[in-house]
Structure formats: C-alpha cells, structure tokens
DNA sequence: GTGGTCTAGACCACG
DNA sequence: GTGGTCTAGACCACG
C-alpha cells in the first residue's frame, strides 16, 4: 500500500509514481498483477482521482504498467535495459546534489554506502526474484 | 565558476547555491574569501541579479557565507555540527528515490556505490584539506 | 489581522512575519489553522504578494507555518527547543541596545521590567493554551 | 574603548553610537571629559573617518556630546529628562518584538528578566552616580 | 486557486 | 559600489 506524505514538498502524482515502483521493486506488486482502479486507489489514499490518474499515465508512458481498456490496469513485466545515458547522468547529477547537502550535514562517504546498503536491502536485494 | 543549467528543472537560484557550496567543499573557494558581488555574479551569469540575492540570503541562513556591510559577501569557516536529524532523513528519502530511479534504468547497488566514491573524490575527499 | 506600519524602518516582510508570530503566540492563529493565501493577505494589506510571500516563506523556513501543495499555507504545532545559543545571545545584544536607549529617555530598569510582564500578559502567559 | 564587530549587520556608526553611549552610562566617560578625534578614532577601530564622522553627528543631535572647533568633542553633562513618549513607545515595540523572538527560542520571562537585571548592573546600576 | 520562480526596474542605506 | 527591499507583472506546476 503505498503511503502518501501530504507534507512532503513532492507532489502527489509523484508521490504515487515513486510509491508503485518502489513495490514492484520489492516483489509486493507482481508482473501481470491487477493494480486498484483509479477510482479505487483515489479513495484508499484519500486524493482526487486526477492525481491518480495522471500518475498512471506518467507509469504507462515509462512502460511500467498497462491499461487494457474495460479491463483494468496492470503491471508489466519489468524490463529495464540499461541504455538512456542522458537520463543516467542526470540521475548521478541529482546524487552529487545529495552528496553535497550531506556533507554540510556532516554526514561523510561511508555512511552514506551504508544508507545506500540498506535502501537496497529493503528493495529486496540486488537481483530482484519475485 | 558556477555552471547553469538554464533546462534544468532545478530553480537557478537552487542551482546557484549548490554550485557555491560544491566549490567550497572542492576548496575553490577558501573561507574568508570574498565571492563575486551580486551583480557582478548576475552578468556573468547572465541571469537577474534578484535571482542570484535570493541565492545569497539562502546561503547565508544556511551560514555558508556572510555578509559584510557594503563591502562584499565572504565565504565562512566550513563548521558543520552533526545535528539536524530530519534534514539527514528528508536526504535519505531522496536516495531511496534515486535507488528507484536508477533500478529502472538497470543500475546496481556497486555501481552506485562507485558513483559515490567519483563524487567524494571530486569534492576532495572526507577531510577536505585546502 | 496583522497589522503594518509603513512608517517604520522594519522592512513590511519582516513586520508579516512578527505579526504572525505574535498571533500564534496569542493563540489568535492556532496549529492546523489555514492563514490566508499570499494574495489574499497581499490584497487584505495593499501590498505586493512578493512580500507577503518573502514573509511566508521566512515563517517556513523557521518552522512556524507549513504549505501544502497547491492547498495554502497553515500555522505549524509551535515546537520550541532550546538550542541555538547564538541566536540567544543575539537577543540579549539587543536587549542591551533597548536598556541603552531607554536610560537616555530616562526608563529604568523597575519600568522596563514592568513592560516585559505587560507584554508577556499580552501573549498569554508563560504557558500558553488555547 | 568601543569594539566594533564587523561581522555584525548593525552598521558601523550605530556601533560607535552604542558604545559610546554605553561607555557613558557605564561611567567609563565623564561629562567634560574630551573624546578621541574623528582621526584618532577611526584609526584605533580601524574604520572609515567618515563612519566615525556620522556616529559624532548623531551623538551630537541627541544632545549627548558636543564639537567645540578647534578644539575637540567633548562628552555633556548626563541630562535625560523623560518626554518623548513617542520613542519610549518604540522601544516598548522592540521590547515586545525581542520577546516574541525569544519565546521561538523557548527563552521565558523570568529569564529575560535575569538578562534585564545583569545588563542594568553591568551599566552600572539603576541610578549611575560617577 | 494555490504557491514558486524569474525578470525588470526602482529606491535606499552604508561605507 | 555594495547588498536589501519593494513593486509590477509574467509564467509555471499542482490539484
């Protein structure tokens, strides 16, 4: 179930994306597998259907779920093929920016491999087997 | 010399101060050095002077530089105390994002373990010695 | 209603953000509470909504409001922890310039401390509840 | 002998103002008694002539030194005589503004009273005889 | 409708 | 010349 943090400075539809992948990551949500209808996921989480909507669409766009017209809406096989330098590097630019910020809080190198470890665990490991 | 990304999603004045406080940390930029004024700053980056103000007043709270009455900005001792527990935990949060993200592009843990080394390598090590 | 007077050398944005405070202090504004959006306290103060904005943003900086996306702007739980030592003795420099400057219009200490107590009445208590 | 903190936002000549004053009130400066030049002083503090120009000026305005030309400034006789209720009320303002402030500092009354109490006994008392 | 960012341009105090 | 404040007005993402 994925939690949304209405505090929290990331927008809702964001939110939503990140909470999914980070399920299917985990094995909690699996290839072929019925996601709520956005209605459905709407009321559970409390949030106007357009949010949910635009952030199924923004996960259909990326290939991580489709939606079979009448049918419902569904994960995809996880496919990942290494490939989109562009988005890579940007992703590495974003990790520098974290680097940064964690060093004026005095948080240094090896904590953060540690902090990284552990995100991995709770992600179910390296390789992911369902 | 601070770079900007003018197709960055990143504010310029966010990018601003990171760039600042990535130059410190490399040791470009040594304590009780006078910075570019603001206008100075803003033709040469070409961007509103306002816009590079706002940079300063943010790095300035955050006790990065400080300002000096009509003589200039000046970048302040490097002291960071270990503290702010929900800054450190909001910078974890946005790893477990990037974990996320660079999953689907088909990065591993070890592979952003090694990102983390460049990265501290390229601001000088955990001692940053100037 | 805050209140602001353009006479004084307090920049408008400074004199929003103490208004603020003093209404949550009074228990006027209370944790959860909406305050009105930038414009509309923009409209209610004849001024411009940078400023009022520059205000809130302050106020969150500081962790006395929150915004939620898109939503508005709410006054925070008032969490006070003892700590920043410099800023304490900031105030207590300034107390010295107020003692300074009152000795001069002849106020002494008796009456000085009498204005303290009045204040403190006016902000309701040493314990505050709504 | 004045210290000015340059790291300080207050401007230079306010500094000068206050401590002057200070040193007055403090009994350090006697009425009659002569008060370095321009040049002397701005030498000692390593500061501007013209900053230490604008500090006399005000000083001089407020009735509380005097220039005899050719000759030298002089402190004068300690004469306060309570009136102006317009800027008693000011300072009363920036009472209630330091309380405000303090109070986000989790600092209470009786302690901004104890502050009260060591600043008056480090001007020297309520009633400062020399 | 909400706040966030940015530009342009003005005026000000300080040194 | 320096930074600080403010207005006016524009454009944007989010919900």
Redesign the pocket.
Known sequence: MVIIDKQSKK????QVVLGIKEEILQGLLVPGEKIPSVREMASQLMM?P??IS?AYKSLEEQGVITTVQGRGTFVKELVVSRGDEEKIAKIKGKMLDLVIEARYLNVELPEMITWLSEIADDLGGTKNES
């Open positions: 927008p809702f539809y964001e106007n357009n949010t635009k």
